[in-house]
């Protein structure tokens, strides 16, 4: 439209601590669709909706009923986390001989579900919520930074942290990863892998709650924006290599990253198409992603 | 296996059938469809919308009807969707038989639907701000409109800057029917009023952040910004704004006149300016001005009736609506065209101004029903 | 084995021809066009996932460039209708080859989400191109089609038009179903090894497959914008997409005649539960709208769970049990 101006470092700046901002919303639900995937070798569909779930409950949480921002946090969270587990507990434990057409279908039927049954509950209003820390932004070289992103980028240090020490130095963490590296092995060697898929669907719902709850007072959450950030979650989550957690991290930020970029550089209404168009790159020319091994890859079965 | 394809195709038609049941009219009543955008991202204009025309429909039947005929409503819920209104426009014309439609509310949802309406001549009077609705008015022979006109907008907010001798200025739209005309209406009467747009950038309905168009407004050069759109979108802005501490002054459309909309932008919120209908400021206007009445007495009856809810703007549309089609209905019955011969002789003083319809314009406004507005604490306050 | 597909034909065309007499309401026979156009899409969508076995999030992409094909040449450019309708049919095939060619070499969970994303990307170029689309206000005053100089301006004869349609294409489909490249696809769903090692280029018939499919729905979504006569980007989102396999699946992806009775159910679903939401509110029962997505999912999650081979199927069944004929599957194997 404009001629194109000149690009200062405190812009460029700027689109960076915006893409690391929803870069980390990204990592936090491909490191779920990881989980999901690791136990069992499904994609769950409803993965963003979580996300929605989590952003929407803390909303009523905090400005409806005016709860503390920490008990509306964890309230939250472990709602959530119920939703998963309840999710595998009635959609993928019944199912026997799966295949994945009909696993693929049963979780787009329980997005479709949570989707439907937020907006009965929420309507399908945007809702917005306080920041979690007041919104006057700070100076950081130039650029502004708002408070809240130092939330997002916190937490998802924080729970990489966790992340970390659970899978390395806790027993169920162990067996978690024994039951992805090899699932027959795991159970001959007494690991009840049927309990593992229930903790991998509790596990990456109450991620997404979080992912969820940090981002609506940026973002306005609505019902409906669970598809978008479901499939760049996907894109992040194959970026860096399906199952490999540590990637999708590496692999969100970057995601968000570009984005941003392609936003302040290029156009802001094609944003989205930009993320997606990398996503179908990455999976046409490198399936098992940037920092995915290919031999890995062969050994999953699709 | 003849018989079981059979058997499932009489399963399939016993289905089709069971559609085709069609509604029992009563002959004293008079059928009106309203087609509003009560939930989706224009919620905020089709509720306060809704409520109103139901608190008429009460009033209007307690009173004895129009006539002695009861008014009932047919009321459609397009969620804001183009395509949906489509839809309930069909359905109110072909099922329900509605002699005349009140809405819808966005600007792209009536664009959307005057095609229908011309089509079945139908009158409808609209509820969103684009002038485009109803102009040019030899192809809207059935459409009309009860809120201000955009152009009449976009004429305030640029005399507005002229006092405070600005004319460098940035544009930020949504590319939604309300922000699409909005946009075409900002830089055709730019050069009338001598304004430079030196940056026009444009936003999706459904954004969640526009810190990239703001910092290409920025590098431009703008001394203040115009900010035109009709979603929730809309207070991201000034949320934007404040974050990348951008001072110069900014303004809104008159589709900002709904609180919840300056309570989502929160503190960024405060000094924004924006022309809109008097209503939002009744107690400020003169005792002895010609709407002081309809203003105060909508704004208690509404207020009452709805106890958790502030009186908006859009409501007030819907209320001027509806009674600029009862007025018109109590001399024509329930006969479309004789509906919109009445309409269009219409004198009425309504919330958004003094009506004045006439074949060569189906809105019946000028600038003057604009008043300017500000927020302060929170509220909303005629511009000192 | 193909003469119960005929009678069913015959049947449906019969069915077709007596219903504007039985449907006295314009409206209903409007919401019975849609309900062609879903049948039309879904035809072409089985035979991709149900025969083929190939799964796509999809397909409302192709919808979208059928009817945005439709509705800009003839608007913009002042195109007879009918070479705009063929000009979406060029313009979808050939982006189903070029989108076909990588991504059908995905399978399972790759392949769905790599159509998930094109379609996502088609929806986001049409609510940004806001120049050549007009963005999210859309494009109005598309004309009516004509047959033969007679204008298909009444809903009765759209609604034979397009039904007349779905009965050409179910033809189409009942006889590729049996063809040399049919018991190949149905191969390919079997076990893609196994079929290339017999010697069926699984590829190709996989891309035709595709591109076959997608003509079905651009097609769709040319009549779709001859009939509303306006269109935006909001019925051609992703959701539209899960929608379709919705249909697909509830009735059947094993047969034809599944995906055509869930397209006919679900395209009703919205009017049965608006009679519903009648009914309640005399019980003074609020139903509104908003809650039809919940039902569509908990209808999809419940078939899925319980009746995985459809409801078309499920309906067979309970025939064949009190009619005690043969059990002969219709696949034929």
Same mark, same amino acid.
């Given at each position: 439209m404009m001629e194109p101006s000149s690009v200062s470092f405190s812009? =460029?700046?700027?689109? =960076?601590?915006?893409?690391?901002?929803?870069?980390?919303?990204?990592?936090l639900v491909a490191m779920g669709f990881n989980m999901i995937y690791n136990a069992t070798g499904i994609i769950n569909f409803a993965q963003g909706e979580f996300v929605v779930l989590g952003g929407l409950l803390m909303v009523s949480l905090t400005m409806t009923l005016n709860l503390p921002i920490p008990l509306s946090f964890a309230a939250t969270t472990l709602a959530v986390t119920a939703a998963g587990v309840a999710m595998e507990r009635f959609t993928i434990n019944p199912v026997k001989n799966p295949t994945v057409l009909r696993l693929i279908i049963i979780t787009i039927a329980v997005s479709i579900i949570v989707k439907g049954a937020a907006m009965g509950i929420w309507g399908k209003n945007s809702y917005f919520m306080r920041h979690f820390s007041g919104s006057e932004p700070l100076d950081f070289l130039g650029a502004s930074l708002l408070p809240q992103t130092l939330w997002i980028v916190g937490t998802l240090v924080l729970i990489v942290a966790a992340y970390i020490y659970f899978f390395n130095h806790t027993m169920t963490g162990k067996c978690m990863r024994a039951c992805a590296i090899n699932r027959d092995a795991a159970r001959l060697s007494g690991i009840n892998d049927r309990r593992m898929v229930m903790l991998s669907f509790a596990l990456s719902a109450g991620i997404g709650a979080i992912a969820g709850i940090i981002i609506t007072p940026i973002i306005q959450m609505d019902y409906a924006r669970g598809a978008l950030l479901g499939i760049k979650g996907f894109g992040a989550a194959v970026l860096g290599g399906l199952g490999n957690s540590m990637g999708a991290i590496i692999a969100g930020i970057l995601l968000g990253v570009l984005e941003a970029a392609s936003a302040g550089l290029i156009s802001s209404h094609y944003m989205d198409a930009i993320a997606l168009f990398i996503l179908l790159l990455v999976l046409f020319v490198r399936p098992s992603g940037i920092f995915g091994s290919s031999a890995a890859m062969r050994l999953k079965e699709f | 296996? /003849?018989?079981?394809?059979?058997?499932?195709?009489?399963?399939?038609?016993?289905?089709?059938?069971?559609?085709?049941?069609?509604?029992? !009219? +009563?002959?004293?009543?008079?059928?009106?469809? &309203?087609?509003?955008?009560?939930?989706?991202?224009?919620?905020?204009?089709?509720?306060?919308?809704?409520?109103? #025309?139901?608190?008429?429909?009460?009033? $209007?039947?307690?009173?004895?009807?129009?006539?002695?005929? /009861?008014?009932?409503?047919?009321?459609?819920?397009?969620?804001?969707?183009?395509?949906?209104?489509?839809? +309930?426009?069909?359905?109110?014309?072909?099922?329900?038989?509605?002699?005349?439609?009140?809405?819808?509310?966005?600007?792209?949802?009536? !664009?959307?639907? #005057?095609?229908? $309406?011309?089509?079945?001549?139908?009158?409808?009077?609209? &509820?969103?701000?684009?002038?485009?609705?109803?102009?040019? #008015?030899?192809?809207?022979?059935?459409?009309?409109?009860?809120?201000? /006109?955009?152009?009449?907008?976009?004429?305030?907010?640029?005399?507005?800057?002229?006092?405070?001798?600005?004319?460098?200025?940035?544009?930020?739209?949504?590319?939604?029917?309300?922000?699409?005309?909005?946009?075409?209406?900002?830089? /055709?009467?730019?050069?009338?009023?001598?304004?430079?747009?030196?940056?026009?950038?444009?936003?999706?309905?459904?954004?969640?952040? !526009?810190?990239?168009?703001?910092?290409?407004?920025?590098?431009?050069?703008?001394?203040?910004?115009?900010?035109?759109?009709?979603?929730?979108?809309?207070?991201? #802005?000034?949320?934007?704004?404040?974050?990348?501490?951008?001072?110069?002054?900014?303004?809104?459309?008159?589709?900002?006149?709904?609180?919840?909309?300056?309570?989502?932008?929160?503190?960024?919120?405060?000094?924004?300016?924006?022309?809109?209908?008097?209503?939002?400021?009744?107690?400020?206007?003169?005792?002895?001005?010609?709407?002081?009445? $309809?203003?105060?007495?909508?704004?208690?009856?509404?207020?009452?009736?709805f106890p958790k809810d502030k009186v908006s703007t859009f409501g007030g549309h819907a209320y001027d609506a509806l009674w600029i089609l009862v007025n018109a209905m109590k001399k024509a019955g329930n006969d479309p065209a004789k509906i919109r011969d009445e309409i269009e002789k219409t004198k009425f003083v309504g919330t958004a101004g003094v009506f004045k319809f006439s074949a060569a314009d189906h809105c019946g406004l000028d600038k003057t029903a604009f008043e300017l507005l500000t927020v302060k604490n929170g509220k909303f306050v005629v511009l000192k | 084995m193909n003469m119960k597909d005929y009678i069913g034909i015959g049947v449906l065309a019969l069915i077709v021809a007596v219903m504007p007499f039985a449907v006295g309401n314009d409206y209903y026979l409007g919401v019975l066009v849609f309900t062609a156009l879903n049948c039309l899409t879904c035809i072409g969508l089985c035979l991709l996932l149900g025969y083929a076995g190939q799964i796509s999030l999809g397909h409302s992409a192709f919808v979208a460039i059928g009817a945005y094909a439709s509705a800009l040449l003839t608007t913009k450019l002042g195109w007879n209708p009918w070479a705009a309708m063929g000009a979406g049919i060029v313009i979808s095939l050939v982006t189903a080859v070029l989108v076909g060619i990588p991504t059908l070499k995905l399978k399972g969970h790759y392949l769905a989400m790599a159509t998930l994303g094109f379609a996502s990307i088609v929806h986001v170029v049409l609510v940004a191109a806001v120049d050549i689309t007009g963005g999210p206000s859309g494009v109005s005053g598309i004309p009516r089609l004509e047959l033969f100089g007679l204008a298909l301006d009444t809903d009765t004869r759209i609604f034979y038009f397009c039904w007349a349609l779905v009965l050409v294409a179910l033809y189409f489909a009942v006889n590729l179903i049996h063809s040399r490249v049919g018991r190949g696809l149905q191969a390919i769903h079997g076990s893609e090894d196994a079929a290339s090692s017999l010697g069926v280029n699984i590829t190709v018939d996989k891309i035709r497959i595709f591109a076959l499919s997608a003509v079905f729905a651009s097609v769709s979504g040319s009549l779709y914008s001859h009939y509303v006569l306006y269109i935006d980007p909001g019925p051609f989102d992703v959701m539209h997409s899960v929608l379709l396999i919705t249909m697909v699946a509830v009735g059947g992806i094993h047969s034809i005649w599944g995906a055509v009775t869930g397209a006919v159910l679900l395209s009703l679903l919205p009017e049965g539960l608006s009679f519903l939401s009648e009914g309640l509110a005399q019980f003074n029962i609020q139903y509104k709208t908003d809650y039809d997505t919940l039902i569509y999912g908990a209808i999809l999650l419940s078939i899925m769970l319980f009746l995985p081979e459809g409801l078309f199927d499920g309906i067979r069944r309970s025939f064949s049990f009190f009619s005690k004929t043969n059990t002969e599957t219709e696949r034929g194997q």
């Open positions: 812009d =460029i700046l700027q689109y =960076i601590i915006m893409g690391v901002q929803s870069g980390c919303i990204y990592a | 296996m /003849k018989i079981r394809h059979v058997l499932t195709a009489m399963v399939a038609a016993s289905a089709l059938c069971l559609t085709s049941a069609a509604a029992v !009219m +009563a002959a004293e009543e008079l059928h009106v469809g &309203c087609i509003l955008s009560i939930t989706g991202k224009a919620s905020w204009l089709g509720e306060p919308e809704r409520n109103t #025309v139901e608190m008429i429909a009460k009033q $209007v039947n307690a009173a004895g009807g129009i006539n002695g005929k /009861k008014l009932v409503l047919h009321i459609e819920d397009d969620q804001g969707d183009n395509t949906q209104a489509v839809n +309930a426009a069909n359905k109110l014309i072909k099922k329900d038989k509605v002699c005349a439609i009140i809405g819808p509310s966005t600007s792209g949802t009536s !664009m959307a639907i #005057v095609p229908v $309406v011309q089509a079945a001549k139908i009158p409808m009077i609209s &509820c969103a701000g684009a002038a485009v609705i109803v102009e040019p #008015v030899a192809e809207r022979k059935w459409v009309f409109k009860s809120p201000q /006109k955009d152009s009449d907008c976009v004429k305030r907010i640029y005399d507005h800057l002229k006092t405070k001798k600005i004319t460098q200025i940035g544009i930020i739209t949504s590319t939604s029917g309300f922000g699409a005309a909005g946009r075409d209406q900002l830089k /055709k009467i730019a050069a009338e009023y001598k304004m430079d747009i030196v940056a026009d950038e444009t936003y999706d309905p459904a954004a969640t952040d !526009m810190t990239a168009q703001l910092l290409k407004i920025k590098a431009a050069g703008a001394k203040a910004l115009v900010n035109w759109s009709i979603e929730p979108a809309q207070s991201i #802005v000034p949320q934007n704004m404040k974050q990348l501490k951008l001072a110069m002054p900014l303004y809104q459309s008159h589709g900002f006149g709904n609180l919840k909309y300056a309570a989502a932008a929160g503190d960024a919120a405060e000094g924004i300016i924006f022309p809109a209908g008097r209503l939002l400021a009744v107690d400020t206007v003169a005792a002895n001005h010609p709407q002081k009445k $309809v203003l105060a007495g909508y704004r208690d009856s509404y207020e009452k009736a | -």
